[in-house]
């Protein structure tokens, strides 16, 4: 029996190889994305990125008519370190599987493939949250929820409670006291309070956050007081990668007024297909470098609950 010789051309390859990429792309759109939604995202051209405080100024003084500008000195505050790690895996299809066009079962196989993805790179982001109260560090080398965050011009701030507080009415209210009074430049100023704020928790709070920032009245309570948290702007965000149940966060909305941020090298790309000339498999590769971190934990802040 004569054997057939395959020509190089592609064509068992081309059509199912514009499938499969079409598919990674499409199955990035229909995953929810929760680490946008709460950290400043920027990009990168460099190996790592070094970010680097000021440490403001704590006063202005009065000047009179004639009088010489008074010299307000800003130095360098704490440096933070942004190195990318890379990931990158690949799927594989058989020969055979190709060849029978079995196109349902390559479409969930893209589509899982693409998930484990993305759930690493949510995983990783939400360290920031559930480390950020032992080994994810703020650039003054604490953790980055802290009760004694150290100021280059001398003393301390915090942006953690005192004593960590279940999510309710009464603590979200001392956090906002806490934000506006504690949040402080590294020369001791504080800084004006974010108008438009963000509340972070796991599943298990999404119903208490919506009942304390979505009544009318003061919830937990006959008293028919006024919900007086209802007037600010509020976002809630519920992220599942989230595993501590009783922790809750919260942020100012405004990304550029926090420092938890994500610095992208390269983002998540399908790589050129690939054929193993033993097996004559198809693989499919995929690789993305980023890098999250803290870059000054002013405008942050986050409690373990009780």
Same mark, same amino acid.
Request: with cysteine; net charge neutral.
């Given at each position: 029996?004569?054997?057939?010789?395959?020509?190089?051309?592609?064509?068992?390859?081309?059509?199912?190889?514009?499938?499969?990429? $079409?598919?990674?792309?499409?199955?990035?759109?229909?995953? *929810? #994305?929760?680490? /946008?939604?709460?950290?400043?995202?920027?990009?990168?051209?460099?190996?790592?990125?070094?970010?680097?405080?000021?440490?403001?100024?704590?006063?202005?003084?009065? &000047?009179? *008519? !004639?009088?010489?500008?008074?010299?307000?000195?800003?130095?360098? !505050?704490? @440096? &933070?370190?942004?190195?990318?790690?890379? %990931?990158?895996?690949? %799927?594989?299809?058989?020969?055979?599987?190709?060849?029978?066009?079995?196109?349902?079962?390559?479409?969930?196989?893209?589509?899982? %493939?693409?998930?484990?993805?993305?759930?690493?790179?949510?995983?990783?982001?939400?360290?920031?949250?559930?480390?950020?109260?032992?080994?994810?560090?703020?650039?003054? =080398?604490?953790?980055?929820? #802290?009760?004694?965050?150290?100021?280059?011009? =001398? !003393? @301390?701030?915090?942006?953690?409670?005192?004593?960590?507080?279940?999510?309710? +009415?009464?603590?979200?209210? @001392?956090?906002?006291?806490?934000?506006?009074?504690?949040?402080?430049?590294?020369? =001791?100023?504080?800084? +004006?309070?974010?108008?438009?704020?963000?509340?972070?928790?796991?599943?298990?709070?999404? %119903?208490?956050?919506?009942?304390?920032?979505?009544? $009318?009245?003061?919830?937990?309570?006959?008293?028919?007081?006024? #919900?007086?948290?209802?007037?600010?702007?509020?976002?809630?965000?519920?992220?599942?990668?989230?595993?501590?149940?009783?922790?809750?966060?919260?942020?100012? +909305?405004?990304?550029?007024?926090?420092?938890?941020?994500?610095?992208? /090298?390269? =983002?998540?790309?399908?790589?050129?297909?690939?054929?193993?000339? /033993?097996?004559?498999?198809?693989?499919?590769?995929?690789?993305?470098?980023?890098?999250?971190?803290?870059?000054?934990?002013? !405008?942050?802040?986050? $409690?373990?609950?009780?």
């Amino acid at each position: 029996m004569a054997i057939q010789v395959r020509g190089t051309t592609p064509s068992l390859f081309d059509n199912v190889d514009k499938d499969v990429f $079409t598919l990674l792309y499409d199955s990035q759109k229909e995953l *929810e #994305n929760f680490w /946008r939604q709460v950290l400043s995202v920027k990009k990168s051209d460099r190996k790592f990125e070094r970010v680097m405080s000021m440490t403001g100024v704590s006063t202005i003084p009065e &000047k009179g *008519e !004639g009088a010489p500008y008074t010299s307000s000195v800003i130095r360098e !505050g704490w @440096t &933070k370190d942004f190195i990318h790690t890379e %990931f990158g895996a690949m %799927f594989e299809v058989t020969q055979t599987a190709l060849e029978d066009d079995q196109y349902d079962q390559l479409a969930q196989n893209a589509r899982w %493939f693409m998930f484990a993805a993305r759930v690493v790179e949510e995983q990783r982001a939400a360290i920031l949250y559930n480390n950020g109260f032992t080994t994810e560090q703020s650039p003054d =080398g604490v953790s980055i929820f #802290n009760t004694a965050h150290t100021l280059k011009g =001398g !003393g @301390t701030a915090r942006n953690r409670p005192s004593t960590d507080a279940d999510l309710s +009415a009464t603590s979200l209210e @001392t956090a906002l006291i806490d934000l506006q009074t504690e949040t402080k430049v590294e020369a =001791g100023q504080l800084v +004006a309070p974010a108008t438009s704020l963000l509340l972070h928790v796991p599943p298990a709070l999404e %119903f208490v956050a919506e009942r304390i920032l979505r009544s $009318t009245l003061r919830p937990g309570t006959a008293d028919n007081d006024t #919900n007086a948290l209802k007037r600010r702007k509020w976002d809630i965000v519920v992220n599942p990668y989230l595993t501590d149940t009783d922790a809750w966060f919260l942020q100012a +909305a405004d990304k550029s007024r926090h420092g938890l941020r994500s610095y992208t /090298r390269v =983002g998540l790309t399908s790589e050129p297909a690939m054929t193993d000339p /033993r097996t004559r498999n198809r693989m499919y590769p995929i690789r993305w470098r980023r890098s999250f971190g803290c870059a000054f934990w002013q !405008g942050t802040y986050g $409690t373990t609950g009780i």
